[in-house]
């Protein structure tokens, strides 16, 4: 009898694929649009196991604190604005306040989340076009969206360029940076099992007995290799007329 695969071990719910929140340093998020424009502090530079940027300490004028990712370049006892108007290293601004080209991380998904959108190190978009109703913004994949004009975004790239430019070398390296999410690690692919433990295993090599395309509605053992097309042959009808 063959074993259960790995995607139907991970939802069984065992402490193995549990996160190690207890090990997260903190939320990286804005400051509360409610509060206004009101100065603060960065009072640390912070590593989270849980971020790939470093993540610094800003204590606001009414004594909130906060955590967000650090722009590249900021200190530890320089002066940030939330809710301002001047599109400085770090301020956090409205879309519509940020100048066409300017460099901007965490950007907020919907107003008021703290951010969503551009967080790990190196990372930075770049405002394009604006308009009444809605903000373009081009995305590090170089793929263009839409915001609002009342979402926030902090000025500025995060910090951490060139992370992954260093390699592990070791495998134990690699092995406790997994360990620190709870990654599975290490993987092994499907077509170097024995046909009993994966759909893809046998002992002819990378040689599958059936095709790679999962159907749609199989299993989660069965669910593996590529997804499914929507359709496949030639089209007919009226769009190969109009060609």
């Not at 424009?37 to 530079?45: H, M, Y």
């Not at 998904?109 to 967080?119: L, M, N, T």
């Not at 190196?122 to 308009?131: E, H, I, Q, S």
């Amino acid at each position: 009898m063959g074993k259960r695969i790995i995607s139907q071990r991970r939802g069984k719910g065992s402490a193995r694929y549990r996160a190690p929140s207890h090990n997260y340093f903190a939320k990286a998020s804005h400051l509360s649009s409610h509060d206004g424009s009101i100065k603060g502090k960065i009072i640390d530079l912070i590593h989270s196991s849980l971020h790939s940027s470093p993540l610094m300490k800003v204590e606001y004028e009414n004594k909130k604190v906060v955590f967000s990712p650090a722009p590249a370049g900021i200190r530890v006892g320089e002066e940030i604005v939330s809710g301002s108007k001047e599109s400085k290293k770090g301020n956090t601004l409205f879309l519509k306040d940020i100048e066409e080209g300017t460099f901007v991380h965490n950007i907020e998904s919907q107003p008021g989340d703290g951010g969503k959108f551009v967080r790990s190190s190196g990372g930075a978009a770049r405002v394009v076009a604006k308009y009444e109703n809605k903000v373009f913004v081009v995305m590090p994949s170089k793929r263009k969206k839409t915001f609002s004009p009342l979402c926030r975004a902090a000025v500025g790239v995060v910090a951490g360029a060139g992370r992954k430019e260093k390699p592990f070398v070791k495998a134990g390296n690699k092995y406790y940076k997994m360990k620190a999410r709870n990654k599975l690690y290490p993987r092994t692919e499907g077509v170097k099992m024995n046909a009993v433990d994966h759909p893809y295993g046998n002992s002819r090599s990378s040689n599958k007995g059936h095709p790679t395309i999962a159907r749609r509605f199989a299993p989660p053992g069965a669910k593996v290799g590529k997804i499914r097309p929507r359709r496949t042959g030639k089209k007919i009808g009226r769009a190969s007329k109009r060609n």
